[in-house]
């Protein structure tokens, strides 16, 4: 298990709110991008919290259950595909992790955002690289992200079986490109990422 001691420093230092924030799906070819912000207890500590791409998928939905019912407030939330092509990525990105964090019932005092790249919450804010394996709030986002998207995508599978979604969960793997090839873009997927089947239009 991962020494996710950063929350620890943070409630010592007298903050009790602090929020952690993921995304899930920033690489796939297909399907929204999601976030998830997360409050946990400062007094809880979650057995097994670690980065979810670390974990197993029955790992990750286990705790999926947990998170949800220790935190003391957490909001999941997306950005359509639509919204990536119009936006691009990083600002599809962002406006998840705005909508997941205006979701939430309390308000944080401190959001720790996993990467180097500041989303402008208008909360006080800090970035940690590489923070779902630091911080217990921020690797509970991550799960809470992952999972969701998942099941999601699972979904998109029963509406568009052609391309296995529920296999590849939209990234670009060979087979997705070859189901790509065969039956071409649907509208689930993000034309500004697939400009070879566009013919250079996004």
Same mark, same amino acid.
């Given at each position: 298990?991962?020494?996710?001691?950063?929350?620890?420093?943070?409630?010592?230092?007298?903050?009790?709110?602090? !929020?952690?924030?993921?995304?899930?799906?920033?690489?796939?070819?297909?399907?929204?991008?999601?976030?998830?912000?997360?409050?946990?207890?400062?007094?809880?500590?979650?057995?097994?919290?670690?980065?979810?791409?670390?974990?197993?998928?029955?790992?990750?939905?286990?705790?999926?259950?947990?998170?949800?019912?220790?935190?003391?407030?957490? !909001?999941?939330?997306?950005?359509?595909?639509?919204?990536?092509?119009?936006?691009?990525?990083?600002?599809?990105?962002?406006?998840?992790?705005?909508?997941?964090?205006?979701?939430?019932?309390?308000?944080?005092?401190?959001?720790?955002?996993?990467?180097?790249?500041?989303?402008?919450?208008?909360?006080?804010?800090?970035?940690? /690289?590489?923070?779902?394996?630091?911080?217990?709030? /921020?690797?509970?986002? #991550?799960?809470?992200?992952?999972?969701?998207?998942?099941?999601?995508?699972?979904?998109?599978?029963?509406?568009?079986?052609?391309?296995?979604?529920?296999?590849?969960?939209?990234?670009?793997?060979?087979?997705?490109?070859?189901?790509?090839?065969?039956?071409?873009?649907?509208?689930?997927?993000?034309? #500004?990422?697939?400009?070879?089947?566009?013919?250079?239009?996004?």
């Amino acid at each position: 298990m991962a020494e996710l001691t950063l929350d620890r420093e943070y409630h010592a230092k007298g903050i009790q709110l602090l !929020c952690g924030v993921d995304e899930a799906g920033r690489g796939p070819l297909a399907g929204p991008v999601f976030a998830a912000a997360v409050i946990l207890p400062a007094d809880k500590e979650i057995p097994g919290l670690n980065d979810s791409k670390k974990l197993s998928e029955k790992k990750r939905e286990a705790l999926y259950d947990v998170i949800r019912q220790e935190a003391l407030a957490y !909001c999941v939330a997306s950005a359509s595909e639509a919204e990536i092509d119009e936006l691009n990525i990083l600002g599809a990105t962002f406006l998840a992790m705005h909508r997941a964090v205006e979701g939430l019932s309390q308000v944080p005092e401190l959001v720790l955002v996993d990467g180097n790249q500041d989303p402008r919450l208008g909360l006080p804010t800090e970035t940690v /690289i590489k923070g779902d394996g630091q911080s217990q709030a /921020i690797a509970a986002a #991550s799960i809470l992200a992952k999972v969701s998207r998942d099941r999601y995508m699972l979904e998109l599978d029963q509406q568009y079986p052609e391309y296995d979604f529920k296999k590849h969960k939209g990234y670009p793997t060979k087979e997705h490109y070859e189901r790509l090839t065969e039956y071409g873009i649907s509208p689930v997927h993000r034309r #500004s990422f697939l400009k070879k089947f566009t013919g250079g239009r996004s």
